[in-house]
């Protein structure tokens, strides 16, 4: 049997951002303690936050961040943030023709 104690605080924090824990005001999740205040924490900062995939952007929100596909590109599927370039009929078309003729003169 496990038995969980809540401790009730007996500090008022009156800072925005703030929550009580064991009696000492401390900041929410994606919020840093700066002069006496919690701000917003930039977590677009760190190193890879949105993975290590090529063509993404952070996007830092309020308390939190997102991770979209650069200008061009979109996603594709929905568990891990793929991006892959947008083309166009005309682009696709022509890009298999230059693969195509690249082939051929590898070939010969």
Same mark, same amino acid.
């Given at each position: 049997?496990?038995? @969980?104690?809540?401790?009730?605080?007996?500090?008022?924090?009156?800072?925005?951002?703030?929550?009580?824990?064991?009696?000492?005001?401390?900041?929410?999740?994606? &919020?840093?303690?700066?002069?006496? #205040?919690?701000?917003?924490?930039?977590?677009?900062?760190?190193?890879?936050?949105?993975?290590?995939?090529?063509?993404?952007?952070?996007?830092?929100?309020? !308390?939190?961040? *997102?991770?979209?596909?650069?200008? !061009? &590109?979109? *996603?594709? !599927?929905?568990?891990?943030?793929?991006?892959?370039?947008?083309?166009? @009929? #005309?682009?696709?078309?022509?890009?298999?023709?230059?693969? @195509?003729?690249? *082939?051929?003169?590898?070939?010969?």
């Amino acid at each position: 049997t496990t038995t @969980t104690t809540t401790q009730s605080c007996s500090v008022v924090c009156s800072e925005a951002h703030q929550v009580c824990f064991e009696d000492v005001c401390l900041c929410e999740m994606g &919020y840093e303690f700066e002069n006496g #205040t919690c701000v917003d924490e930039n977590e677009c900062l760190r190193m890879e936050i949105c993975g290590s995939v090529n063509h993404t952007v952070c996007m830092n929100t309020d !308390g939190s961040f *997102t991770c979209e596909c650069e200008k !061009g &590109y979109h *996603t594709v !599927g929905t568990e891990d943030l793929t991006c892959v370039p947008i083309l166009s @009929t #005309t682009s696709t078309t022509t890009s298999t023709t230059t693969s @195509t003729t690249t *082939t051929t003169t590898t070939t010969t």
